[in-house]
């Protein structure tokens, strides 16, 4: 009895830790946002705002190695685990490679398109990228196992080291920011290796799963990146597409806006993260998994309504605070932006619960979506006004999209009959 209660007080402690962690986690980033912002101004911000929406778009796309390696350590055990997280570190060394040196190549390309003021941010970045790979998987591994404090430790790490490098570069350093600020990203990727669980690792010598095993691998794993590119749309195409359609100055005020407006967002992601091994382990022992989705659905629920109602109440105090008077003028955005974001975040809890049953539908509900608020901004971006709203009119249709897609869900189980 004693030995039950210690155990359980551990893994609840250990979750605690972990959601503090990302809390500081997110308010770290925040701090590096901010400071960027008021340091650099709106102008020489958009070109740092670009690379920090680079960074989400990669946070995505190692997303799909992060999340596979967290179901599948709960699912596989013995030689059959060992084989698929040696697997799945060579394949993330082969796509970060592949996509580092797409950058590296095209950067010239990549300069004119986002209209930077050199190429060489491209392709310092796209040095690191490799690195974040095999880190999301690391991550997964700790995620899977439920060692939450590692976990936070990656985190926290590549946060800090970011944070730190970053500003020293720029307030030590008189070159091109956008460069700094690119530098700070790939050494913090190294830093956020640690702690590592990369052992005994050899890029040859890898063997191959088991054929059952490896089609529920290859279907998962693509289901993910499936989503994770939808992610990516919604996410960030608003911020690139205003970075080439508007001028450096609109550019940087919306980047305010918006890193201002994910705040639910990204203390949202907290709960996905805890949300996918829980829901595995649950259906693998044959236990309900809606009440852990209800749970975490009025979390987020009550998270944003606080936000957006702050948001609604005090937007000019809010963004002065943050980024100070050069961006006032996005006051009235504000809380608009906070309620699109809120909904992209709730609706997002709905397809990772049903992603993490290995449920398609979200992910291609999400994808149209994703692609109609692209197609949206792409006709209709007179004003940074007018990109708001689509994103609204976007998240609001794929909210009530997911809500109905889960009670048809729910209403056609079948009741199990008494024993």
Known sequence: MMTTLKITSFKVSQEQLFMGSVLLVNGGNYLYNLLLGRILGPEAFSEAALLITLLLVLSFMGMTFQLATTKFAVLFSGSEWSNFK??????????????????????????????????????????????????????????????????????????????????????????????????????????????????????????????????????????????????????????????????????????????????????????????????????????????????????????????????????????????????????SLLWQYALATSLFAISNIFAYYFLSLDKYVPVILSGILGLAQVLLVIIYHDSLETVVHMQLTAMSILLVIQLIYFLKTISGRKPRGNK
């Open 86 to 331: 040696n697997k799945s570190y060579k394949q993330a060394l082969v796509v970060g490679l592949g996509i580092g040196a797409f950058l590296i190549l095209f950067s010239k390309k990549l300069q004119e398109l986002f209209n930077t003021q050199n190429h060489w941010i491209f392709i310092v970045f796209g040095i690191g990228v490799p690195v974040y790979f095999l880190m999301s998987v690391n991550r997964g591994i700790f995620q899977g196992k439920f060692q939450f404090k590692k976990l936070s430790i990656t985190y926290q790490t590549e946060m800090w080291s970011r944070l730190l490098i970053t500003l020293g570069f720029i307030l030590l350093i008189q070159i091109q920011s956008g460069i700094l600020v690119a530098a700070g990203i790939l050494i913090s990727f190294i830093f956020g290796l640690f702690p590592s669980n990369i052992k005994n690792f050899s890029f040859w010598k890898t063997k191959p799963l088991l054929p059952e095993n490896a089609k529920i691998v290859s279907r998962f794993m693509l289901l993910t990146a499936c989503y994770e590119f939808t992610q990516i749309i919604i996410n960030n195409s608003d911020i690139l597409l205003v970075k080439h359609y508007f001028e450096p100055l609109e550019a940087g005020l919306y980047a305010s806006l918006a890193l201002i407006g994910r705040v639910v967002y990204f203390v949202a992601w907290m709960f996905v993260m805890m949300l996918l091994p829980k829901v595995v382990q649950k259906q693998k022992d044959g236990e309900a998994t809606a009440p852990i989705l209800f749970k975490y659905v009025s979390y987020i629920g009550l998270l944003a309504t606080a936000i957006v109602a702050t948001c609604y109440l005090f937007p000019t105090f809010i963004i002065h605070i943050m980024f100070g008077e050069a961006y006032i003028q996005m006051a």
